[in-house]
């Protein structure tokens, strides 16, 4: 059974600063991929950002430059590093992991940005 836990959310303000972590555990040899996704209210999920299992990043246009993602093998975790918030990044986080095929996500850790 493989488990992802976010943490790191919380309350921000406009122009300030979080970092989100997601623990993997269970049977997790083999992760090809390692996200971050986020649901607004009313809205889709969207992509966030993705880090391959050898470092290679991807991230959405609106958040390029902002946000970087890094993850850490022998930790089972990835993170991240949210910078210049503001308040169109107010959502739900969810981690997210391709493994063997399948989709694996968290729970989600609510991002709340006041201005």
């Known amino acids: 059974q493989v488990q992802l836990v976010e943490s790191g959310g919380g309350l921000v303000q406009a122009g300030g600063s979080l970092r989100l972590s997601c623990v993997v555990s269970g049977s997790i040899f083999g992760i090809v991929v390692m996200g971050w996704y986020r649901q607004a209210p009313g809205k889709q999920r969207e992509f966030v950002a993705a880090?391959?299992?050898?470092?290679?990043?991807n991230y959405a246009d609106s958040v390029k430059g902002r946000f970087t993602i890094s993850r850490d093998s022998a930790k089972n975790a990835g993170y991240l590093q949210m910078n210049s918030l503001n308040s169109e990044d107010t959502a739900v986080y969810y981690c997210?992991?391709?493994?063997?095929?399948?989709?694996?996500w968290g729970q989600g850790t609510q991002v709340t940005v006041s201005s």
């Open positions: 880090i391959s299992r050898g470092g290679i990043t």
């Open positions: 997210h992991v391709l493994l063997r095929g399948l989709d694996y």
